[in-house]
């Protein structure tokens, strides 16, 4: 008679005090990953199928996965573009704020059809070649027609057997997971019969769409199991389970109840004779947080361990069972310990021609939510364009605990129904192993990670080397000129530059007369823009492009004429253009910046303090502004009464943040004619609108020529209710009068520099009406909003011959919620 041990895990228990080893297998562990930053990144595109000469506009997040968070640590990121074999076709380097960066790749109007993709690392991932960087697939649709892939006639398939925690153990209740796949490695649908040594059928399993599923046996020691598999087109094949072991210990794990997890470790009569007096350790443990304990059988053959979810970690946890510090077996599992996921309430406020506004809210299920950060992609409601694999979730708590890639990863999340669940459990079954090196733990010395922070600069001077007293590097756009120290070997270190893409850094000796003398350096730095690659075994052709339905970029889609609009770096106008009077700007006050000016005002934000608006620029250089107009609008105000024609307002809270606070205030009792909110105004840069000021925290009044404010901003409509302010910048930035020789100093260009936000711009189509643009077309892209807690966060968005469109919505919480989210949203009004 079998004999069973119930344990039921309480805190006093699972604990790393209760036992020497068990406390010396955690303090290892756990000392192991101090030393990490442990970050993961998901990238929020706007489309993941694009026509050549298109933007790829991204939103990049980087997360804290101890802790949970988003990560205030990097703050380089490379995004570069792929070909299908996965070679670089362009990078670029962006600058991380407060764990957010976005940012755009242009498409080439050459470049071929077919199958590219996304990457993204930070400065460490990329130093210490990790493979937990960001890969996401796109389509590129181009005028040419991609080559075909043959069709083979013996199409091939194979499916793997692997038992829970890696050992199939005679006379005793086995789970079995299995995983079905194409010859292109994706997953395909199977069913089948296992069958023993004598040709019965002992049980029949079923995949889900994705090939994962399980089964359970409890085999003899004389049983053999085979599995016949059907596959699609009726292909069958046949296969030899893994083979029936004697002794061992077997891990079944049930994670389908809600409060508790139970873990169940069975062995046979043959093997318990052998460590009825064997201790081991448990361990679960995640990005170096772990709980263990104590663990034997006695004289019992089978031992449960009941542990509330609220003890584990958030997400996939290990279990590895070690028999002194040699670990025996492991399984990964998905806990839900806390719902970390948050909703939003999407209204549509008022229509008004091509023009329509928003109201986003929290849906607040929890007290102490605060403010979110989100990036959204609209587009038409028939879109074909959007189809990612990742989404928030999978990227932060799903992707860095699996080797290679996941197909459809954002499939299992939000994890909230029993069929995901159990999916995703066969899914991590299949894992086997976990990728820790349990030896490189408990052998080796951790490494120190080191995250650096911008551009550092390694220099030796080379000549003169009498006299010197330092270096001096004259100010960039970023910072303002500092002394550099040498030490007695004639070398210097310069941290934390942050110069933009091509930017020129001045360098300059210092005499013992305290004279400027033109250096002879030489320089190493930390970055670079040599070419890399995407290894073969991260790539799964996902096939998004539909090899029986190419779509060919019809001629003439875009207007020979259509071009990209930077937000800060288009050359000036002509002379005559630029003293021509802007029709719109009724009011408008022009200020040419001269020398004057720029040596008054230290950014845009002062000038613009200076000029009639409230401006918030104290988060300047973590890339944060908020402008508001000085004299607060009532929402009677910004919504007229017939028989006055309805009008619209676009600036309505912040895409940087801000919030109708006074409405949000307000009691319901309360008439909201007579409420309070603060205006943005309507803000240009070279005749673009901004959808996000951050943009304006880059941009350096040395390269500004001249900015148009009209306060009144009639010309626009409610839309310029706020005002208007039209800002052109310099083909050359302005320099100030000075006394320092051009043979003074030497010009170094870093390899590779930060690049600029650019402000979205919508492409010129052709036709908004044809069926290109309404599965391929894309109508807007905000990738910097802000979410308060209370009230909402409103924004206003242009679209053309579009009836119906649906947001694309990710986003993050400032206590590390996650949002994923969907909206379709009908334009048209009831009565139309």
């Known amino acids: ?103 755009n790749l242009a498409l080439d109007k050459e470049i071929k059809s077919g199958t590219y993709f996304i990457k993204a690392a930070t400065q460490r991932m990329v130093d210490e070649k990790s493979t937990e960087v960001f890969i996401e697939e796109i389509t590129v649709f181009g005028s040419n027609i991609p080559p075909q892939k043959k069709q083979k006639n013996d199409i091939k398939y194979d499916i793997q057997f692997l038992p829970e925690g890696g050992h199939l153990v005679k006379d005793v209740e086995n789970t079995i ?76 794990v049930d994670n389908i109840q809600k409060d508790t997890i139970q873990i169940s470790f069975n062995t046979n009569p043959e093997t318990l004779q052998s460590i009825v007096s064997k201790d081991y350790t448990v361990l679960i443990h995640k990005d170096g947080l772990s709980r263990s304990m104590p663990f034997s059988f006695k004289n019992n053959e089978k031992v449960d361990l009941l542990i509330p ?8 946890n290990t279990i590895t069972l070690f028999d002194g510090k040699t670990p025996i077996l492991e399984r990964l599992f998905f806990n839900r310990k806390i719902v970390k996921n948050l909703s939003v309430m999407v209204k549509k406020v008022e229509t008004e021609n091509d023009f329509t506004k928003f109201a ?36 932060f708590y799903l992707k860095p605990y699996v080797r290679g890639e996941i197909e459809n990863p954002k499939y299992y999340f939000p994890n909230n129904t029993k069929t995901k669940r159990k999916a995703l459990d066969a899914l991590l079954i299949t894992q086997g192993w976990s990728k820790y090196d349990w030896t490189a733990i408990f052998q080796d010395k951790p490494k120190q990670s080191i995250t650096t922070k911008g551009v550092t600069i390694r220099g030796t001077v080379n000549f003169p080397t009498k006299r010197v007293k330092g270096m001096f590097l004259h100010d960039t756009k970023d910072l303002p000129a ?14 934390n530059l942050f110069p933009e893409a091509g930017e020129k850094l001045r360098f300059s000796y210092i005499n013992h007369k305290k004279e400027f003398l033109k250096p002879k350096l030489y320089l190493r730095y930390n970055v670079s823009d040599e070419k890399d690659e995407i290894p073969a075994n991260a790539i799964i052709d996902r096939s998004l492009l539909n090899k029986n339905n190419i779509f060919i970029l019809p001629d003439g889609f875009f207007p020979e ?37 720029y040596l008054r005002y230290p950014n845009i934000g002062a000038f613009l303090q200076n000029n009639g608006f409230d401006v918030n620029d104290a988060n300047i250089s973590l890339g944060q502004i908020t402008i508001y107009a000085r004299r607060p609008q009532t929402l009677g105000q910004l919504r007229p009464e017939k028989p006055k024609p309805k009008r619209l307002d676009d600036s309505t809270g912040s895409p940087q943040g801000g919030s109708n606070t006074d409405a949000a205030a307000a009691t319901p009792k309360e008439n909201i004619s007579s409420r309070f909110t603060k205006v943005e105004p309507l803000v240009f840069v070279n005749d673009v609108p901004l959808t996000s000021f951050d943009v304006l ?121 996650l949002i994923s989210e969907k909206r379709t949203i009908i334009l048209a009004d009831d009565d139309n």
């Not at 000075?738 to 036709?767: C, H, L, M, W």
């Not at 044809?770 to 109508?779: C, L, P, V």
Request: net charge positive; proline share 4%; charged share 25%.
């Open 1 to 103: 008679m079998k004999k069973y041990y119930h344990c039921f895990c309480i805190l006093l228990l699972f604990s790393t005090t209760v036992f020497s080893q068990t406390t010396n297998i955690s303090d290892l562990y756990q000392e192991y990953f101090k030393v990490s930053e442990d970050e993961a990144i998901f990238v929020h595109l706007n489309k993941t199928s694009y026509l050549a000469g298109e933007e790829i506009w991204f939103k990049s997040y980087i997360f804290n996965k101890r802790n949970e968070e988003i990560s205030e640590v990097s703050t380089n990121l490379y995004v570069g573009l792929y070909d299908e074999e996965g070679k670089q076709v362009s990078k670029k380097l962006f600058r991380i704020r407060q764990g957010f960066t976005y940012g």
């Open 561 to 597: 004429d259509s071009e990209a609009l930077y937000a800060v770096h288009l050359k000036a106008k002509n002379k005559k253009n630029k003293e021509k009077r802007d029709p719109m700007m009724f009011n408008g006050r022009e200020t040419k910046i001269t020398e004057s000016e």
């Open 697 to 817: 925290t880059t941009l350096n009044m040395a390269n500004i020529e001249r900015i148009i404010i009209d306060k009144s901003g009639i010309g626009y409509g409610i839309r310029g209710t706020g005002g208007v302010i039209k800002i052109f910048t310099r083909n050359t930035p302005l320099t100030p009068t000075s006394r320092t020789r051009r043979d003074s100093y030497v010009n170094q260009t870093p390899p590779i520099g930060f690049s600029v936000a650019k402000a979205y711009y919508e492409p010129k189509y052709r036709s908004f009406s044809s069926e290109a643009y309404q599965k391929y077309g894309a109508i807007d892209w905000r990738p910097n909003n802000r979410i308060p807690r209370r009230g909402p966060f409103n924004f206003v968005v242009k679209h053309k011959d579009v009836k119906t469109i649906t947001m694309f919505i990710e986003g993050i919480s400032k206590d590390g919620s």
């Open 309 to 316: 979810r609220s003890r584990l970690f958030n997400g996939v």
């Open 177 to 252: 997971a299995f995983k079905a796949i194409s010859e292109e490695g994706k997953g395909v649908y199977v069913n089948g019969i296992i069958y023993d040594e004598n040709n019965q059928e002992v049980t029949t399993f079923e995949s889900n769409n994705y090939g994962f599923g399980t089964f359970k046996l409890s085999p003899k020691a004389e049983n053999t199991f085979r599995a016949k598999t059907t596959f699609k087109e009726e292909i069958t094949s046949e296969k030899t389970l893994p083979k029936v072991e004697n002794t061992g210990i077997v891990i079944q």
């Open 482 to 495: 500092q002394y550099i120290p040498i030490d007695d070997e004639r070398k210097f270190v310069i941290y």
């Open 360 to 395: 986003m809210y929290l849906v607040k299920n929890k007290p102490r939510i605060r403010e979110a950060n989100v990036s959204i992609s609209i587009l038409p409601e028939t879109t074909e364009a959007y189809n990612p694999a990742h989404n928030i979730f999978s990227s």
